[in-house]
């Protein structure tokens, strides 16, 4: 879990909408249990008073070793933050298999970051199917994340060209993300591009 550096704020707005807020409908259907569950879309239905107080959210998946991490950013008006990363593993490396556990880290980041109540009938899968006894539940090591600095430091030793940068925020942004390394490898295009768009005086 990550938060800024203040939190008052989108506390206070959380608890007004989660005071709103109502179970997600369980429209989905899970063929291999003949149950039903909530999908992403009815979630996203269920958080719309979010939007109210100021709040909303934005998730982003990101490839991991044997699986994915999905990230879901909540955000609020005065700029405070709460990130929470769900690791799922992927049992078929395929377009399916990345699609299905993509979804699932959507609907599980939403349901822990918002506290959101909904039943997940489907999560069954990720254990077998069960008849007339408990769920022997596997296990299964969660997917492995590279520490930061070795994602910059991997990030920077790839081409990159400055030249399609057409903004000084951006150019900055862009080049105070990348690590020690990055900025040594990458400072003398940066200040080429840097001296490109300053502003030029009139001769």
Same mark, same amino acid.
């Given at each position: 879990m990550q938060m800024s550096e203040q939190i008052n704020e989108i506390a206070t707005a959380l608890a007004k909408a989660q005071a709103? @807020?109502? +179970?997600?409908?369980?429209? =989905?259907?899970?063929?291999?249990?003949?149950?039903?569950? /909530?999908?992403? #879309?009815?979630?996203?239905?269920?958080?719309?008073?979010?939007?109210?107080?100021?709040?909303?959210?934005?998730?982003?998946?990101?490839?991991?070793?044997?699986?994915i991490i999905v990230s879901t950013l909540l955000m609020h008006t005065s700029g405070q933050w709460l990130r929470t990363d769900v690791?799922?593993?992927?049992?078929?490396?395929?377009?399916?298999?990345?699609?299905?556990?993509?979804?699932?880290?959507?609907?599980?980041? @939403?349901? +822990?970051?918002?506290?959101? =109540?909904?039943?997940?009938?489907?999560?069954?899968?990720? /254990?077998?199917? #069960?008849?007339?006894?408990?769920?022997?539940?596997?296990?299964?090591?969660?997917?492995?994340?590279?520490?930061?600095e070795a994602q910059k430091d991997e990030e920077s030793s790839k081409p990159f060209d400055w030249g399609k940068i057409e903004t000084m925020p951006q150019l900055v942004s862009t080049y105070n993300a990348l690590s020690a390394d990055g900025k040594k490898q990458h400072a003398d295009a940066f200040k080429a591009r840097r001296e490109q768009l300053l502003p030029k005086e009139d001769a």
């Open positions: 709103e @807020l109502k +179970a997600a409908s369980k429209d =989905a259907e899970n063929p291999h249990f003949k149950s039903k569950y /909530a999908d992403i #879309a009815s979630i996203i239905e269920a958080l719309k008073p979010l939007s109210k107080h100021g709040l909303a959210f934005a998730q982003f998946p990101e490839t991991a070793e044997e699986g690791p799922i593993p992927v049992s078929k490396a395929d377009a399916q298999g990345y699609g299905s556990a993509i979804t699932y880290g959507r609907r599980y980041g @939403l349901q +822990a970051l918002c506290g959101l =109540a909904a039943d997940d009938d489907d999560g069954n899968a990720a /254990a077998g199917a #069960a008849t007339g006894g408990a769920v022997k539940r596997k296990y299964i090591e969660p997917p492995k994340r590279k520490p930061p």
